[in-house]
């Protein structure tokens, strides 16, 4: 017989590298304290029930308590001989309460069990994403609310489009932000479900109390079909995804941090705090951090994409081949909880170069619209609008000269329709203060959604 816990027909033992090959402690040690709430809310249980006496149960129940307190003060030494937490944890309880710690796996399963404290896990840490990006808001939220008025070049295919303000561009990310804060929080339904109960695969013959063992563990639902229950991953595919998202998020940001701080932008500058220097180039100044932000958004994806691929195809229940999955949700929480710290931290502490930033809005022709929409105010029918203005942009790319520099009879020439008031409507601020369409980059609009967001971070 093997020395395993599940080693009764086995006849020879594995080699120790086996072993470490089929092992996942070094992983799921990091859902020990789950592994242990689980069983005494499951030992709990079976004592309630009958399924075993009150007094085992008891035994049981301060085994597991002696094993939190030691879990708590860092005691406890796990080993690759006994596979995985859960069993790591089963054979300490024997070590210390003898054999009545068997009773413990009554009417359970491992594969309930990782499930179990699996789902445990991530209900745990789901708070703390949701509290590190409504940090990031609050920050968006605040630098917004500082630059609503701060006019700068809008961009698409990355070359001048049209004035915004900084402040409405911030927005934006606050409202991505805000989606990757409901999909966590929807995510959360998902996680919220307990396994246990569904034992190996089909149910148990013992009468348990799932509500019971629900409640003891605070969660919300349980699942109602036992396969279900312990082939199910979606939950953690969904989280993964989720970050995906939020990294996608934050690598664009990221992006214009590193793009806009940069010698031809100018637009902003990173604290000291958040950057680093070369040890070469003693002038340089890297936003290090922002572009590993950037960087870290790749294994996220990859986190994603190696759950997605080991989940495919596999038929139900329980696979080995589950095993994989705790090692990419453990990682991308690590991942996206330092990532949005940092981000915050980085834009507490972000100069922004407001006269550069409107400076780039002086020189270019991002007001182009604003005459075409001029004219067509006055009736030219809008085609024939740009045609005109395309050709008064192309003269003044010639001569050097922006539209507002133009003299009124060289626009009228291009269109009669032109009158003394344009020159009021090329200026930025005033392309800017007229776009208070819903959503659009008008200061007051801008205002307006800074309310609506610190009211939304308020109902929190
Ligand atoms: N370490 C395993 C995992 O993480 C626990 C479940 C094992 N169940 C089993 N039938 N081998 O998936």
């Known amino acids: 017989m093997s020395d395993k816990l599940w080693g009764g027909r086995f006849t020879t033992k594995a080699a120790e590298w086996v072993d470490e090959f089929g092992a996942s402690i070094t992983v799921d040690q990091q859902m020990a304290a789950e592994d242990l709430q689980g069983s005494l809310a499951h030992v709990k249980m079976l004592a309630k029930q009958g399924i075993i006496s009150e007094n085992d149960g008891q035994k049981i129940a301060a085994g597991l308590i002696d094993l939190q307190a030691q879990l708590a003060a860092g005691k406890l030494e796990f080993t690759v001989a006994n596979e995985d937490i ?18 413990l796996h009554t009417a359970r399963s491992r594969n309930d069990q990782v499930a179990t404290d699996f789902h445990l ?10 509290e590190a990006v409504s940090e990031l808001q609050l920050t968006i939220v605040n630098l917004a609310d500082e630059h609503a008025g701060t006019i700068m070049a809008g961009y698409t295919h990355m070359q001048h489009a049209q ?36 034992a190996a695969l089909a149910g148990t013959t013992f009468p348990i109390d799932r ?18 229950a312990v082939a199910d991953r979606d939950f953690a595919l969904e989280f993964l995804s989720n970050a995906a998202i939020l990294m996608m998020h934050l690598s664009r940001m990221a992006e214009e941090l590193i793009l806009w701080s940069t010698y031809e932008f100018n637009y902003i500058e990173l604290s000291d705090a958040f950057s680093t220097g070369s040890s070469i180039m ?24 190696a759950l997605l691929t080991t989940m495919k195809s596999l038929p139900l229940a329980y696979n080995k081949d589950m095993q994989e999955d705790k090692e990419q949700v ?27 930033m409107r400076a780039s809005t002086e020189r270019d022709f991002s007001n182009a619209t604003e005459l075409a929409d001029y004219l067509a105010n006055k009736g030219v029918p809008f085609r024939e609008a740009h045609a005109i203005v395309g050709e008064l942009v192309l ?8 539209l507002q520099d133009m003299p009124l009879a060289q626009l009228q020439q291009a269109s009669p329709q032109i009158e003394v008031d344009v ?7 005033v392309a800017v203060n007229r776009r208070t369409s819903l959503g659009g980059t008008a200061v007051v609009n801008v205002k307006n959604e800074v309310a609506r967001a610190k009211h939304i971070l308020e109902q929190r």
């Open 86 to 103: 859960h069993l790591n944890l089963e054979a300490m309880l024997t070590a210390n309460i003898g054999p009545v710690a068997g009773k």
């Open 121 to 130: 896990w991530l209900k745990h840490r789901l708070p703390h994403v949701l």
């Open 163 to 198: 004035p915004i303000t900084y402040g409405h561009y911030l927005l934006a990310y606050f409202e991505m932000l805000q989606r990757d804060y409901e999909r966590f929080e929807f995510n959360q339904k998902h996680t919220d479900i307990l396994p246990l109960g569904a």
């Open 211 to 228: 509500e019971f063992v629900a409640a003891e563990l605070g969660f919300e639902q349980i699942y109602h079909n036992s396969l279900d």
């Open 282 to 305: 003693p002038q340089k100044k890297n936003a290090d951090f922002a572009e590993l932000i950037r960087g870290k958004t790749g294994r996220t994806y990859g986190a994603l994409m």
């Open 330 to 356: 453990f990682a991308v929480t690590d991942t996206i909880l330092a990532s949005l710290k940092v981000f915050t931290g980085m834009l507490q502490g972000l100069t922004v170069h407001k006269e550069r």
């Open 395 to 402: 003269t003044g790319l010639q001569t050097n000269t922006t």
């Open 423 to 429: 020159y009021e409507d090329l200026q930025a601020d």
